[in-house]
């Protein structure tokens, strides 16, 4: 038998590359998540000694509870991820979409328009079941769901439509500029993506959120002067303190600092507000502060620019290699442009890869998440701080028990007792020994 040359054929490497990395990245998912089921699981009968005295076990069991339910609708999302990604790649599902819309529509940018729209109607589509059990039956049965279908509905019209206004255009500037700037155009196109991307930060909270939810001025005296003084103390000042109306949807409770310049305005959820003392409030607001006086908003901004240029880069390379196109399973188009083609088989493939390099990332947000603490601490109150989190924690049913190192790979977040560690003196650090 010959021996097949890999290296003479890079179409077969990058089709073994892709198929070995989809099933590695799923054998680790489906490892960590059995590992975080069976730790949470373990758990459930006990509330850990540090939270004896302030969680019940109700609460406890109910945060397990929800946690193991989301853990089985993840291994059922990650299994039609793979099948569906499959589908599209290697199967040929992209390819016979791109076939069937240049035989109606012919080469040109309306071809490559629809495909972009088709790829995405067609995706959406095929996740709406699972988006509908996910808020009709598992957020509902542990009571966090508090829309109806209707408002669902509106919604996903909404969403789309300002989508559609929004993507459109951007998609179609992009393609123009792989097609008219030549061989740099990725670096054009980054610099036009970036730009839409800081508009985005400046015009999200001021014209595009208030098209789902209500933003009334903050009105309780109290709270107002607390939160002004402690704004002023940390050398902030914001446009406005606004309440949102997130009750409307769910009972998960937030609050955000939002925006550059003179759009910047806090955003506390109602919920947030109902269940929080005036103390606790502030202690969380100090939090997101810190997480601008470390500058961990720019940092993020900043790698989100360095991350888009390198993929940008990588793109113009690879959109000219014919065994990109067909060791992921696409027949590239021969008289026609391939840059909607090529995106979209970019973006469909990357994360396969990418995600082996994501515990990187949340290390780093943890990292974050500890700064941002520590400044809270440091100018409001550390009990305050920990009451504020453990209500969060008990009302979001966040599990108090995680599997270290599932936490190690996704949490964006510290675990409830580390975080809780260090943000208390050390006379009440026993609540925090577990
Ligand atoms: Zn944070």
């Known amino acids: 038998m010959p021996e097949t040359n890999y290296l003479a054929n890079p179409s077969l490497t990058l089709t073994i590359a892709f198929a070995a990395a989809l099933l590695l990245s799923?054998?680790?998912?489906?490892?960590?998540?059995?590992?975080?089921?069976?730790?949470?699981?373990?758990?459930?009968?006990?509330?850990?000694?540090?939270?004896?005295?302030?969680?019940?076990?109700?609460?406890?069991?109910?945060?397990?509870?929800?946690?193991?339910?989301?853990?089985?609708?993840?291994?059922?999302?990650?299994?039609?991820?793979?099948?569906?990604?499959?589908?599209?790649?290697?199967?040929?599902g992209l390819s016979a979409l791109n076939v069937a819309l240049m035989q109606w529509l012919g080469a040109g940018m309306m071809q490559q328009l629809a495909l972009l729209l088709g790829f995405a109607l067609i995706s959406s589509t095929i996740d709406l079941p699972l988006t509908l059990y996910q808020t009709f039956v598992l957020e509902?049965?542990?009571?966090?769901?508090?829309?109806?279908?209707?408002?669902?509905?509106?919604?996903?019209?909404?969403?789309?439509?300002?989508?559609?206004?929004?993507?459109l255009p951007i998609a179609a500037l992009i393609l123009w500029m792989m097609a008219a700037t030549g061989g740099l155009w990725w670096l054009w196109a980054w610099g036009v993506w970036m730009g839409f991307n800081l508009l985005l930060l400046v015009i999200y909270p001021t014209l595009i959120a208030p098209l789902f939810n209500k933003f009334t001025p903050l009105e309780?005296?109290?709270?107002?002067?607390?939160?002004?003084?402690?704004?002023?103390?940390?050398?902030?000042?914001?446009?406005?303190?606004?309440?949102?109306?997130?009750?409307?949807?769910?009972?998960?409770?937030?609050?955000?600092?939002?925006?550059f310049g003179a759009?910047?305005?806090?955003?506390?959820?109602?919920?947030?507000?109902?269940?929080?003392?005036?103390?606790e409030v502030d202690a969380v607001l100090a939090h997101e502060l810190g997480h601008f006086k470390h500058r961990h908003v720019i940092k993020r901004i900043v790698a989100m620019f360095?991350?888009?240029?390198?993929?940008?880069?990588l793109l113009g390379t690879l959109m000219q290699q014919s065994w990109f196109y067909t060791g992921l399973g696409v027949m590239p188009n021969v008289a026609a442009p391939n840059?909607?083609?090529?995106?979209?088989?970019?973006?469909?493939?990357?994360?396969?890869?990418?995600f082996f390099i994501a515990p990187i990332f949340a290390q780093l947000s943890r990292k974050h998440e500890f700064e941002a603490?520590?400044?809270?601490?440091?100018?409001?109150?550390?009990?305050?701080?920990?009451?504020?989190?453990?209500?969060?924690?008990?009302?979001?049913?966040?599990?108090?028990?995680?599997?270290?190192?599932?936490?190690?790979?996704?949490?964006?977040?510290?675990?409830?007792s580390e975080r809780l560690a260090r943000m208390l003196p050390p006379a009440s650090a026993t609540l925090a020994a577990g």
């Open 26 to 92: 799923l054998l680790l998912k489906f490892w960590l998540s059995s590992r975080q089921v069976r730790h949470v699981a373990l758990h459930r009968d006990a509330v850990p000694a540090a939270f004896a005295q302030t969680i019940t076990l109700a609460a406890h069991q109910k945060a397990a509870d929800y946690t193991l339910a989301k853990a089985r609708l993840g291994l059922l999302e990650m299994a039609l991820g793979a099948a569906v990604l499959l589908g599209w790649t290697l199967l040929g």
């Open 140 to 167: 509902e049965r542990f009571g966090f769901n508090k829309m109806t279908f209707k408002l669902w509905l509106a919604d996903l019209l909404k969403s789309s439509l300002v989508g559609a206004l929004i993507g």
């Open 220 to 259: 309780d005296a109290t709270l107002k002067a607390r939160v002004t003084a402690l704004m002023q103390r940390c050398g902030f000042s914001a446009k406005g303190l606004f309440v949102m109306d997130g009750s409307k949807r769910s009972a998960h409770a937030n609050a955000y600092f939002t925006g």
């Open 263 to 279: 759009a910047k305005r806090v955003v506390f959820f109602d919920t947030l507000l109902a269940r929080l003392s005036a103390p």
């Open 306 to 313: 360095a991350i888009s240029l390198a993929g940008f880069a």
């Open 339 to 354: 840059d909607a083609l090529a995106l979209l088989l970019f973006l469909l493939a990357m994360p396969v890869f990418t």
């Open 373 to 416: 603490d520590a400044f809270a601490v440091a100018h409001t109150s550390g009990p305050d701080l920990a009451a504020a989190l453990l209500k969060l924690y008990e009302d979001n049913a966040s599990t108090l028990t995680p599997d270290p190192l599932y936490v190690a790979f996704y949490y964006s977040h510290p675990g409830a």
